[in-house]
């Protein structure tokens, strides 16, 4: 199966920027295209309830930060941003572009917050259409 369109799911986080990193290079030794997906939670939880996030352009830039990471392996690179649930988008994202590679970053959360919280990079792996790899 060749490989012409990568999603990379970008958080600006260590792991996101290897997982950068790995995307890049990979697509510039396939030919193929890689969009930098950064996917912003539309609320932010509080002490007192959760408030609606409204500022744009901190998840553009970091959309950008994983473009330029990608570019500069060599890869045709674009950036876009969402908002929503992070493995909601990115799996829908990957159908909607037909994308035939997502690439993601693996928290290095603790055991009982995994557990809790669940992991954004397993639920990628569960519900994606194409193949996923996790950069560690």
Known sequence: ???RR???GYDGSESARRAAEVAGELARALGAAVTVLEVGQAIIPTGQGVLPA???EPHRALAEEGRRLVAERGAAAEAAFRWGDPASEIVAASRELGADLIV???GRKRRLQAFVLGSVAQAIVER???PVLVAR
């Open 104 to 106: 993601v970053g693996h």
């Open 1 to 3: 199966m060749p490989i």
């Open 128 to 130: 994606a259409a194409c």
């Open 6 to 8: 990568i999603l990379l």
């Open 54 to 56: 409204i500022e744009e």
